[in-house]
């Protein structure tokens, strides 16, 4: 038997970051992870992430990933992989099965940090081969590199339903509809929007009524669904498709927690641990970060990770004050939690923003702003000359944009989940630095008139091939449709812009508040 | 049918693997060495991996991360192999699984 001084099972970012953390502090520190590889999930997320400086906003998943590995390294954190722990008991005892062994490793500190599964939901044909988890399409297409199908349904209008149609999008596949049981989207409207100029319609208030095929999925049937929850007869309708990815929600892996013998919740968001907010659960010694504690996002994980790290250093007697680190952290993870998507509004209908602005409906309930509705938001303005406008519409704590203007066009203020503000007397240099650091994609450089009664639009463009200047195709809106002829003027990559190209097209002065994606 | 990604607008150019032989049902296919089993299946167009037991219904990759056990196949010869994170080598020889065996 071997002794560790902290014991992590998971090396995703809640375990990594609290490894981290306890090592620093001179602990013996082991992770345990059941992959080949560290990391957990963030590898597979390619889009770039909410929040400020502090919560690495703008930074996509996967380089986040690789940073914390090599900081991991660099605090000297020993990381065992395809190790499963298989048995956590009293006395802070685990079990490890690695390879055909069972090993056996005691520790004064055990932190849980297994994440979460997907759930899935059952309807007839749900086994087939070609129906899938969501963050299986993401593992196929951005670790493997390969497409989880040609034509796919999404099931699932929460965050991950939203991010990983958006995924397959750029990975070459089709999306040809996202499909939602509940009324209203789950997810950031931001999410939503990015995903339904693309062209890709939704279906809210519809489920799955049937997979078809024999061996494999050849096609779906989805039905409306009424307030009862059960299909109305006669709506359903038949899509062709190869592949259906469900993304309806994730359930904590906490069976470790439960049998070493911690006191356990039920609670809406899965059977939990009951913790402190320091991540000390009922168990002396046993902690928990993560998602195994109630399913939030990564950067919340690390952050959470990070406090229960210093914790457990303190409560060893290996920091002998931690309140300064662990009141930076918490202010961090405080704002994450922040806005209209926080932990305390799940579930509530919100109708108006912080600012008192009508919250857009048809963004809800079809997944875009209409053109009716854009022009009540404060980012969203009129002038001369090149000038942001900013389609930012719901409270999240985010504010890159502000922090990239080297002119100070845009502000958000202190208050990390205000909608941003264009300064009328904007004194824009049209760099498209707030385009490309928009981690929603809501942020567009609109000039309006450029003569001969055209105007153009400069959009992010993540997608493969790129269209050459002078290019001539079609402007779709915001809810997908052709609006107008665009002509491609300027293609803009930079290393700044991390991989998210600037596409400047010409279109009708008309139809510069109403073009918001370019179709080839 | 190649589902494989050559250029992604984000991950930039796929690097290039090391191409191996292995056999499915007997059949000769080519994948990638070190890439999950799942994945040169599901590149050759390969969707069932496995029927059940009792109701010999198809199943094949579900999470990808080795947590369903939907995707197992017999491996050289073993079982109940979880084929999405088993990596793939030269000279493999992955059968279909008939309940916990191969076809009779």
């Known amino acids: ?520 | 049918m190649s589902e494989r990604i050559m250029e992604h607008p984000i991950l930039g150019i796929t690097p290039e693997g090391k191409k191996v032989t292995f056999t499915f049902d007997g059949k000769e296919l080519t994948g990638m060495e070190g890439e999950p089993i799942a994945m040169a299946l599901k590149n050759a167009g390969v969707m069932v991996h496995r029927y059940t037991a009792k109701r010999h219904e198809p199943r094949g990759i579900y999470c990808a991360i080795g947590r369903c056990t939907d995707c197992v196949m017999i491996v050289d010869g073993k079982p109940n192999i979880r084929t999405c994170i088993t990596p793939l080598a030269a000279g493999m020889e992955i059968q279909t699984q008939y309940g916990v065996e191969e076809k009779r």
């Not at chain 1, 999930?41 to 380089?63: D, P, T």
């Not at chain 1, 489920?207 to 409306?224: K, L, R, S, W």
């Not at chain 1, 989940?417 to 630095?433: E, F, N, R, Y």
């Not at chain 1, 491609?488 to 508040?513: E, Q, W, Y």
């Open chain 1, 1 to 520: 038997m071997e002794r560790y001084d902290v014991i992590v099972v998971g090396a995703g970012p809640a375990g990594l970051s609290a490894a981290i953390e306890t090592a620093k502090c001179g602990m013996r520190t082991v992770v345990f992870d059941e992959n080949a590889k560290p990391g957990g999930q963030l590898f597979k997320q390619i889009h770039k992430f909410f929040g400020s400086k502090e919560n690495k906003a703008r930074i996509r998943g996967y380089r986040i990933g690789e940073e914390l590995l090599a900081e991991a390294e660099r605090s000297g954190v020993k990381v065992v992989l395809n190790a499963t722990v298989m048995g956590l008991y009293a006395q802070k005892e685990i079990t490890v099965r690695i390879g055909d062994a069972i090993k056996h490793y005691k520790a004064d500190n055990v932190l849980i940090a297994t994440g979460a599964a997907e759930s899935v939901v059952r309807f007839p044909g749900w086994t087939m081969p070609g129906v899938i988890g969501a963050g299986a399409a993401q593992t196929m297409m951005n670790l493997h590199h390969i497409r989880p199908g040609k034509r796919i349904l999404m099931l699932g209008s929460g965050n991950v339903g939203l991010v990983v149609s958006y995924q397959l999008l750029q990975a070459g596949c089709e999306v040809v509809a996202l499909v939602d049981a509940a009324p209203r989207i789950g997810g950031y409207g931001v999410h939503a929007a990015k995903v339904s100029r693309c062209g890709v319609p939704f279906y809210l208030s519809h489920t799955i009524v049937q997979a078809e095929g024999t061996d494999h999925v050849t096609g779906v049937v989805i039905g409306e669904v009424g307030p009862d929850w059960k299909v109305i007869k006669g709506t359903e309708q038949h899509f062709d498709v190869d592949t259906i990815c469900l993304a309806v929600g994730l359930s904590p892996m906490s069976q470790l927690l439960k049998q070493a013998g911690c006191a356990m919740k039920d609670t809406k968001g899965g059977y939990v641990p009951e913790c402190d907010a320091y991540g000390r659960t009922s168990m002396d010694g046993i902690y928990v970060a993560g998602d195994v504690s109630g399913i939030e996002e990564a950067s919340s994980a690390m952050l959470g990770g990070s406090i229960a790290g210093i914790t457990i250093a303190c409560d060893s007697g290996y920091l002998a004050d931690g309140s300064e680190q662990i009141a930076k952290y918490e202010k961090a993870l405080g704002n994450l939690r922040k806005g209209m998507f926080a932990p305390e509004n799940r579930g509530k209908k919100i109708t108006q923003t912080e600012e008192g602005i009508a919250i857009s409906e048809t963004l809800l309930e079809c997944g875009y702003v209409a053109d009716s509705e854009i022009e009540r938001y404060p980012g969203v303005t009129h002038m001369e000359g090149v000038h942001p406008v900013i389609e930012c519409t719901q409270n999240i704590p985010c504010n890159p944009c502000q922090d990239v203007c080297p002119k100070k066009c845009i502000t958000i203020g202190n208050n990390i989940t205000a909608l941003p503000v264009v300064d009328s007397k904007s004194q824009c240099i049209g760099c498209g630095m707030c385009v490309a650091a928009c981690s929603g994609q809501a942020i567009f450089l609109i000039q309006e008139d450029i003569g001969d009664g055209m105007g153009t639009v400069t959009i992010p463009y993540e997608f493969l091939p790129l269209p050459e200047k002078g290019q001539i195709g079609i402007a779709l809106g915001r809810d997908g449709q052709p609006v107008c002829k665009a002509e491609v003027l300027d293609i803009k990559s930079s290393n700044a812009f991390d991989h998210t190209n600037l596409l400047t097209m010409k279109v009708p002065r008309d139809m510069v508040m109403r073009a918001r994606f370019f179709k080839s």
